[in-house]
C-alpha cells in the first residue's frame, strides 16, 4: 500500500494554492492541465490533516519545488 495519496494543485503568484482531487476534475472547473502539479500528500496527513495542513503543506511542497536548483 501506498504511504501517500496524490493531489492536483496550483499555486497562485500570491502564494495561495488550489487544490483538486485529479487533473480530470481541475479541467472540468477550467484549469489549465499545464498548470497543475502532483502533490504526494502523506497518507496520516490525507486521513487526519485539516484542510488548512493540507494546503500549507502543498504550498510548502511547491515553493521548495520551485527554489530547488536546476
Known amino acids: 500500500m501506498d504511504d501517500s495519496t496524490s493531489l492536483c494543485a496550483i499555486r497562485h503568484a500570491d502564494g495561495s494554492v488550489s487544490l483538486y482531487v485529479d487533473e480530470a476534475y481541475a479541467i472540468d472547473r477550467g484549469v489549465d492541465p499545464a498548470r497543475l502539479a502532483k502533490v504526494p500528500i502523506p497518507r496520516e ?20 519545488r520551485e527554489n530547488k536548483p536546476a
Open 45 to 64: 496527513l490525507y486521513a487526519s490533516g485539516t484542510i488548512q495542513q493540507i494546503r500549507e503543506y502543498v504550498a510548502n511542497y511547491l515553493e521548495a
